[in-house]
């Protein structure tokens, strides 16, 4: 016997029955950010390596440690997309969809990573991101998070998530903040754990979120970001938390959330939940003002976040908040017996699905007595279990039986599907 051969290790299948609460998140998705005059875009998942080099920035874990890169044929460097924002802002360009325009635009798909799988958190894994561009105001960046806050109530998890805040200023007032924090840290470097002895030298900022007691005892006394935050920054600041108050939305203000991608400035703001244990983060995003040009375009603001669908599926499951009606399940099962009524049975099975486009009718194929058939009905979970054979057919009515309650009815061919979908 051939060795069977498993899915790669981090990259998993998701079958039949976790795949229709992912359509339940999608349509939300999709029916929120429609609302809100966003439009899908779709994009490949492999790019040049050097889009995410360039835009999320050679000293992040990502593109240090955790890109899958190869080289093709003819030697050129390519990447399976590690996030989501870069490749946008590539196919937005691209197309010349960005300079002096203003564009709502979302997308979904698998993003790459080769870190340790665990829960929620895989090597494949597949995000949801919604990004403006065009706009530079605090204005668009409270929108984006109204919006996010819309989807959660949609999805009952607002009182579950807790939105934290930032802002993390322009370029030349981060590089004063990094100079100040790079040397009071070198002092205690001794002290710091191994990535922040490493970050040190390539990206300070990141130090702030490490989970290190030790070196979070170290960055107690560490200056403060907000000590260098201009006049500028503290106004759109000052904007976008006035704009989340007036429309009843809460946050707490997280000094220490920097976001671990380079592109960022200004806002920064995560969603977080208590509810996954260390996997707390289910949405994060920010402004990126020089993305565009650092990938080579013109100057466009930007603004957008990203969530990921695996750990939102795992906490709309931990928290019991799937619909019933999310689930999928199967309104009519269609029985034959003999060549006639089976012939029949495909067009009283097609006119079922004629009356009603939402109504899932299965009709059994295969054969088998007529006590196979309606044990496979009995599977089904079916609501109806609909039965035609050679005396319905001369008769032109079809036997449906109500698997809820057991009643069993004849029905003619023709009034079938308006009974049905008057139970439904």
């Not at 809100?36 to 390596?49: A, L, S």
């Not at 997308?107 to 530079?136: A, D, L, N």
């Not at 008769?395 to 023709?414: F, H, N, P, R, W």
Request: proline share 2%; net charge negative; charged share 25%.
């Amino acid at each position: 016997m051939a060795r069977k051969i498993q899915a790669i290790r981090g990259m998993n299948d998701i079958l039949p029955d976790q795949s229709s609460v992912w359509l339940y998140l999608e349509k939300t998705v999709a029916s929120v950010v429609k609302s809100y005059g966003y439009q899908q875009i779709r994009f490949p998942i492999v790019e040049n390596t050097d889009l995410f080099k360039r835009g999320v920035g050679e000293t992040t874990d990502i593109v240090e440690k955790e890109m899958y890169t190869f080289d093709d044929r003819n030697g050129e460097s390519l990447t399976l997309r590690p996030e989501g924002t870069a490749s946008c802002v590539r196919a937005a360009d691209q197309a010349g969809l960005l300079f002096n325009q203003v564009q709502r635009l979302w997308y979904t798909g698998p993003m790459f990573r080769y870190e340790r799988p665990q829960k929620g958190r895989y090597r494949q894994f597949h995000q949801i991101g919604v990004e403006s561009f065009g706009m530079g105001t605090a204005d668009i960046d409270a929108e984006l998070i109204i919006l996010s806050a819309r989807l959660w109530k949609e999805l009952g998890l607002l009182e579950h998530v807790e939105l934290q805040l930032n802002t993390i200023g322009l370029a030349s007032e981060r590089e004063a903040y990094k100079a100040a924090l790079v040397e009071y840290l070198t002092q205690y470097k001794g002290q710091l754990d191994e990535d922040s002895q490493r970050r040190l030298d390539t990206n300070p900022l990141r130090i702030l979120d490490s989970k290190d007691e030790p070196t979070q005892a170290v960055l107690k006394d560490a200056p403060n970001l907000e000590d260098f935050i201009g006049e500028e920054s503290q106004a759109h600041f000052d904007l976008l938390q006035a704009i989340l108050k007036a429309n009843g939305i809460s946050y707490v203000i997280n000094r220490r959330l920097v976001r671990g991608l380079d592109y960022y400035g200004k806002t920064v703001f995560e969603w977080v939940t208590t509810h996954l244990g260390s996997q707390a983060t289910v949405c994060a995003g920010g402004r990126y003002d020089g993305l565009v040009e650092q990938l080579g375009g013109k100057s466009t603001p930007a603004v957008g976040f990203a969530m990921g669908i695996e750990r939102l599926v795992l906490l709309l499951e931990t928290l019991d908040l799937i619909p019933a009606g999310a689930k999928f399940s199967t309104d009519v099962f269609v029985i034959s017996m003999g060549e006639a009524a089976e012939v029949a049975s495909f067009v009283l099975a097609e006119s079922l699905r004629e009356g009603n486009a939402n109504l899932v009718v299965l009709r059994h194929c295969g054969g088998g007595s007529f006590k196979n058939q309606m044990k496979k009905a009995d599977k089904s979970e079916a609501r109806f279990t609909i039965i035609l054979g050679q005396d319905e057919i001369e008769q032109g009515i079809c036997q449906v039986k109500d698997m809820l309650t057991g009643e069993q009815q004849a029905y003619s061919l023709d009034g079938v599907s308006a009974y049905i979908n008057a139970k439904l």
